[in-house]
C-alpha cells in the first residue's frame, strides 16, 4: 500500500486525515514486513557511486530494499546517475532537481546522504521531516548551530538515522569496544592516531572545475545556510578544500577515529582540545590545512584528576606510517590497525620492583578484525562498510536503534568542530554543555 493509498483507505473508513497532518511513523507501521522499502539518494558522486550505492545493491535483494530516485543539483550529476543505473543495474532511475522536488514526488521511505560535508545534518533535518529514515555520512556537522537543530529534529522524531561511522559495524572494532570495556585493558592513559597521505591531488579535481558553468547547478541550494558569495567552481566541486565548506582535515578523516574514543569510552566530548595547522606545502589556493596536529584532553567532566590524552596528527605530504589508532593503558597497547593486544610499553618488573610495585603487562591477544581502514572515499565495498549498510536496512524493518545512532555524530562532530577551532584561532577550545556551544578563548565559535 502506497501513500496515496493509505490516506484514501483512512479517508474510506471516515478518518478526516490530510497528508501533512500524519506521523511519518505510522506510515512505517502501515508498511507490511514484505513491501519494498524505496530508498532515494541525496547526492551522487565519488562516495554514492563508488561505495555506498555497490555496498546497498548487494543487500537489497536479500532485505527486499530499492533505490528508486536521486537528487542532484548539478545537471552532470543527474545525467551521470541515469546511466550508471541503466549500465550497472539495467535499472531506469527517476532523477530530480533539488530534493524538495523528489520528496514530493518519489514516494520515499528512506534516504541515503552523501552531500558537501557542511550540508549532512541541513539534509538529514530534510529528510526526517518529509517522513524518511536516513544514512548520513561524516562529518555529521560542522557547526554546532547545525549540530544542534539535527540532533533536536532527529530525537523528536521515531526515524531510524545511521551515520556513516562504519567502525560502529566493523568486528574488529566492536571486539576492540568489547575487551575494554571488559577491564583487561585497564584505564586508557594515551591514544594516538594519525592519517598520513602524499597526494599533490588529494580533493583536487582540476577537470571538472574547468568544466562546469553556474547555469550547471543551483549555487543558491549549495551554499544553504552558508554566507551567500560569489559563484565559484573550486568551492562547488572541491569544497573540502576550503573553510565553511568544510573543515579539511578534522571533518574528512578525524571524525572517523575519534568517533571510537567516545564509543569506547562513553565520553560525550573533550573537555578540551589545542590544535595547530598549516599549509605547508600544497599552495594552491586552498584554506584548508594540508598538515595538522591536534591534542585532546579527555576524561570524565566532574573529576579532572582522571582522564588521558589523544593525540591526532595528518598529513598531505609524506605518507610515512599511513593511518595509526593505537590505545595505550599502563600495562600495553591495543592496536587497532593489526587488531593485537600486547604488551608493549607496559609497565615492566624492573621499573615496578624499583617502586615496590607489581608489574603490568598485558597478555598478548589477536581481536578478529575485518582489515585495515581504507583512507578514500572511492576505495569500493569492504567489509565495514557493507556490515554498516547491512545494520541500516534492517534496522528500516526492525525499527531497532542503529549502531552508529545520531547521538554518534552529534558527538564526533563536537570534537571535530573543537578541534577545527583551536586551529583556526590558536585559543585553547572547550566545550559548554549547557550552551551545547564550542569555546575558543572563552567566546562561541563562529564561521
Not at 108 to 135: P, R
Not at 263 to 291: C, E, Q
Request: aromatic letters at 10%; proline letters at 4%; one cysteine or more.
Amino acid at each position: 500500500m502506497n501513500r496515496r493509498t493509505f490516506i484514501q483507505s483512512l479517508s474510506l473508513a471516515g478518518l478526516a486525515v490530510g497528508a501533512g497532518s500524519l506521523s511519518p511513523r505510522l506510515f512505517a507501521r502501515a508498511r507490511g514486513a514484505n513491501d519494498r522499502i524505496r530508498v532515494g539518494l541525496v547526492g551522487f558522486a565519488d562516495r554514492s557511486r563508488d561505495t555506498l550505492i555497490p555496498a546497498f545493491q548487494r543487500l537489497a535483494g536479500e532485505l527486499n530494499c530499492e533505490i528508486v530516485a536521486v537528487s542532484d543539483i548539478w545537471n552532470r550529476r543527474r545525467d551521470e546517475a541515469v546511466a550508471y543505473f541503466k549500465k550497472k543495474y539495467s535499472q531506469d532511475i527517476a532523477v530530480y532537481r533539488n530534493n524538495e522536488e523528489m520528496y514530493e514526488k518519489a514516494g520515499l521511505d528512506a534516504v541515503i546522504i552523501a552531500t558537501a560535508d557542511f550540508q549532512h545534518a541541513l539534509h538529514c533535518i530534510e529528510a526526517v521531516n518529509a517522513g524518511c529514515d536516513a544514512y548520513v555520512e561524516k562529518p555529521f556537522a560542522e557547526t554546532m548551530a547545525d549540530n544542534r537543530a539535527a540532533l533536536k529534529t532527529v530525537r523528536a522524531s521515531k526515524q531510524i538515522v545511521q551515520i556513516g561511522s562504519q567502525r560502529r559495524s566493523g568486528r574488529g572494532y566492536h571486539a576492540a569496544h568489547d575487551y575494554i570495556k571488559s577491564g583487561r585493558f585497564g584505564d586508557i592513559v594515551f591514544a594516538e592516531m594519525s592519517w598520513n597521505v602524499n597526494q599533490p591531488g588529494r580533493w583536487r579535481r582540476p577537470e571538472l572545475v574547468a568544466g562546469i558553468k553556474e547555469s550547471d547547478v543551483d549555487w543558491k541550494r549549495f551554499l544553504m545556510n552558508r554566507p551567500r558569495v560569489a559563484w565559484d567552481p573550486r568551492k562547488y566541486v572541491e569544497y573540502r578544500l576550503f573553510w565553511p565548506y568544510s573543515s579539511g582535515i578534522p571533518g574528512q578523516w578525524m571524525c572517523h577515529q575519534i568517533d571510537t574514543v567516545h564509543w569506547f569510552t562513553g565520553l560525550p566530548h573533550p573537555r578540551s582540545v589545542s590544535a595547530n595547522g598549516g599549509i605547508y606545502m600544497w599552495k594552491d589556493g586552498r584554506t584548508n590545512f594540508d598538515t595538522m596536529t591536534s591534542v585532546f584532553d579527555y576524561g570524565p567532566l566532574d573529576d579532572p584528576t582522571r582522564g588521558f590524552q589523544v593525540v591526532y596528527t595528518s598529513r598531505f605530504s609524506n605518507s610515512a606510517g599511513g593511518v595509526k589508532e593505537i590505545y595505550y593503558s599502563n600495562g600495553g597497547e591495543l592496536n587497532l590497525d593489526t587488531n593485537e593486544v600486547s604488551p608493549k610499553g607496559g609497565l615492566t618488573e624492573k621499573h615496578a620492583t624499583r617502586m615496590k610495585m607489581r608489574p603490568n603487562r598485558l597478555k598478548p591477544a589477536s581481536l578478529k578484525g575485518d582489515g585495515p581502514a581504507a583512507t578514500a572515499a572511492n576505495t569500493g565495498v569492504d567489509n565495514m562498510v557493507l556490515a554498516h549498510m547491512r545494520n541500516w536496512m534492517e534496522c528500516l524493518r526492525s525499527r531497532k536503534e542503529p549502531n552508529a545512532p545520531v547521538e554518534a555524530g552529534y558527538q564526533h562532530s563536537i570534537a571535530t568542530i573543537m578541534a577545527n577551532a583551536a586551529a583556526r584561532t590558536g585559543e585553547k577550545v572547550t566545550f559548554d554543555a549547557a550552551r551545547q556551544e564550542v569555546l575558543a578563548g572563552g567566546k562561541v565559535f563562529h564561521l
